[in-house]
């Protein structure tokens, strides 16, 4: 059994003042690559399959396939790396899955080609098998790069700092897919099949290799973070912290269940997002990029900012709850929405990204605020929260895609151009209702008292 080692333990330097910025951009860039393929992933991947044959609940089983892979394989990755340390080998690792497999995705059915087959069942069991190899890439860098955070600094604003400047890299990979995407749609008209494969193959293979080129830069410019092994040097700590030791915590749980909510209000919305304005509001076909972009080209303005105030507990709680609250009435917005006035739908867009970056930013910085300073456990929290995550949204998004093409949809007063569907409820319903259950628990929470001390020193030095 292991304790939790207190600051003063180490000393105040260099772990616990404010780190430069160099070492939180080189951070910040480490997950383009996971953040460009899973917004292509989770905006395009249903579009996709159901465009080129397949029905939607074998789609649903594509994505539920790739979300059991992920949220199983950050679990196992997250005790070897507290185990075996070595985050960095572990994110290039899993940064060559990501890139190989991603590709064999999005290129093509390369069974069906060797079988000469074109029946529904080798195409889904094919896109199944690369589905769920890319997200054991994915977790494997995912988990390895948000445990990083912890060991790089004890100084809670700094840890802020690092979260949102991911976050911000985050919006720039979305948008670079966004673009990506605008310019392909563009140039390259989906009117055939084989044309429509052409679209997404370019999107992907642009994709990789704009996002392998951060993770290179991320790779070189980030040093393997040494706090952990500091700590075990100036406490004598031999042994992990146990699974049991988390388990104890009501933090635990309170931080487990806002992360997983979180996590459902962005997924869900960005699966169901081009759906929505192409097939509920029949915007043009440009616009299944755009209203995206706009989504977050305005997170990216907020993560920014987020990055130059002093955090403690109760500026984490006050933030997330304005960002659940404006998820809220964004969700209202879109269910009630009517065809006849789908440009408002710019303008939701905005406060949608608005609060992605408030509700993400302070999400993952409550994993922080829990973890404190008991590093020995670290990748085991967050691989046990994204774990949670995958498979909580692999489901949300089975159920909702499985009824996607038998639900009726429901008319409102006998307006033809006013309706419920899957979709809508899927970009309305269900975030607002994750946003009202987030907002509810992280009031609950008791962040002041876990941070060692409030912090009202500049983010960076």
Not at 123 to 144: C, D, E, L, R
Not at 145 to 168: E, G, K, Q
Not at 405 to 423: C, E, H, M, W
Not at 431 to 436: E, G, R, T, V
Request: charged fraction near 10%.
């Amino acid at each position: 059994m292991t304790t939790s080692v207190s600051v003063r333990e180490i000393g105040e330097d260099p772990f616990t003042k404010p780190i430069g910025r160099w070492p939180v951009f080189f951070y910040g860039v480490g997950h383009m690559l996971n953040d460009i393929t899973a917004s292509c992933w989770f905006t395009y991947l249903l579009l996709f399959l159901t465009q080129i044959g397949l029905s939607p609940t074998d789609a649903a089983i594509v994505m539920l396939s790739g979300q059991i892979a992920d949220g199983f394989a950050t679990i196992f990755t997250g005790e070897l790396i507290d185990r075996f340390g070595h985050f960095k080998i572990w994110h290039g690792a899993g940064s060559a899955l990501v890139a190989i497999s991603f590709s064999s995705v999005f290129g093509g059915c390369m069974p069906c080609s060797i079988l000469h087959s074109t029946s529904s069942m080798v195409k889904t069991f094919s896109y199944s098998v690369f589905a769920a190899i890319f997200n054991v890439g994915w977790a494997a860098t995912q988990v390895s790069h948000m445990a990083m955070v912890n060991c790089i600094s004890l100084n809670s604003t700094s840890r802020v700092a690092l979260t949102s400047c991911r976050n911000a890299f985050t919006m720039v990979a979305n948008l670079s897919l966004y673009a990506i995407a605008l310019v392909v749609f563009g140039l390259v008209k989906g009117q055939t099949l084989e044309n429509t494969e052409s679209q997404y193959r370019w999107i992907a293979y642009s994709s990789i290799t704009l996002g392998c080129c951060f993770v290179v830069i991320f790779l070189m410019g980030t040093k393997e973070p040494g706090l952990r092994i500091c700590l075990r040097e100036n406490s004598n700590i031999q042994a992990r912290i146990s699974w049991v030791y988390w388990f104890r915590k009501i933090l635990y749980y309170q931080v487990a269940v806002v992360y997983v909510l979180t996590r459902l209000v962005l997924n869900v919305s960005q699966a169901y997002l081009a759906f929505f304005v192409i097939d509920d509001l029949q915007m043009v076909q440009s616009a299944k990029a755009l209203v995206p972009a706009i989504i977050y080209i305005s997170s990216f303005v907020v993560s920014v900012l987020l990055q130059e105030i002093p955090w403690n507990g109760k500026r984490l709680k006050a933030y997330y709850c304005t960002g659940g609250i404006l998820w809220i009435f964004c969700g209202a917005a879109i269910l009630l929405l009517p065809k006849s006035i789908k440009s408002f739908m710019y303008a939701i867009s905005v406060f949608i990204g608005i609060a992605n970056a408030l509700m993400t930013v302070t999400a993952v910085s409550m994993q922080s605020v829990l973890i404190g300073a008991d590093l020995s456990g670290c990748a085991f929290v967050c691989g046990s929260l994204s774990f949670l995550d995958k498979i909580s949204c692999g489901i949300a998004l089975y159920v909702l895609q499985s009824h996607q093409s038998t639900a009726p949809r429901i008319q409102l007063n006998g307006d033809k151009l006013q309706y419920f569907s899957v979709t809508r409820y899927g970009l309305g319903l269900v975030p607002a209702l994750c946003s009202l259950l987030g907002v509810a628990v992280t009031w609950t929470m008791e962040l002041q008292n876990t941070i060692p001390k409030p912090l009202v020193e500049p983010l960076l030095e």
